[in-house]
């Protein structure tokens, strides 16, 4: 199974879009799981339309339409791997023991927020933020997660988009 993970997309916002690699890898997944700041409902919907099943998180710049019709946080079971799933995930001190208290029975949990793409792994638990694929901040590129997940296993990594 491979799963497109993003987050902090911000859309719509002047002339900000996804690049044609982030629509092709969207199109070409499985399942898309978005760690929140869509912005819109709207953006929402577009992003249904590339014909990849969506599971979402609000984030804390999501229309209030559109926060009030995701959680703040979700677990899937996923090939068996759970995958959970909330926009911020807090200070970086500390977080990945924070995350792995929080979320016990998880593997992976993924969030958004900062935009900076992080991965993290201790004992079997991982974190991941995919970064943004249009507002990078301080980070040097534009970029999304990748999960190829199989026999209960799953590998995470960084694309440039």
Request: charged fraction near 25%.
């Given at each position: ?14 002339d ?25 409902e ?67 949990v ?52």
């Open positions: 199974m491979r799963v497109a993970l993003i987050a902090d997309t911000h859309l719509p916002r002047g900000r879009e996804l690049s044609p690699r982030c629509v092709e890898e969207i199109a070409a997944a499985d399942l898309l799981l978005h760690a929140g700041d869509i912005r819109t709207e953006t929402l919907a577009w992003l249904r339309t590339l014909g990849t099943p969506v599971q979402a998180v609000h984030g804390n710049v999501d229309s209030p339409e559109l926060a009030d019709s995701l959680p703040e946080e979700l677990s899937v079971e996923l090939e068996g791997v759970v995958v959970s799933m909330l926009h911020d995930a807090g200070p970086a001190k500390g977080r990945l023991a924070r995350m792995q208290r929080r979320f016990p029975e998880s593997d992976v993924l969030f958004g927020h900062s935009h900076m793409p992080l991965h993290e792994e201790r004992d079997g638990f991982q974190i991941f933020n995919p970064g943004s694929p249009t507002e990078r901040r301080r980070a040097p590129t534009h970029t999304m997660g990748i999960a190829e997940i199989s026999n209960g296993a799953i590998e995470l990594r960084h694309l440039e988009v």
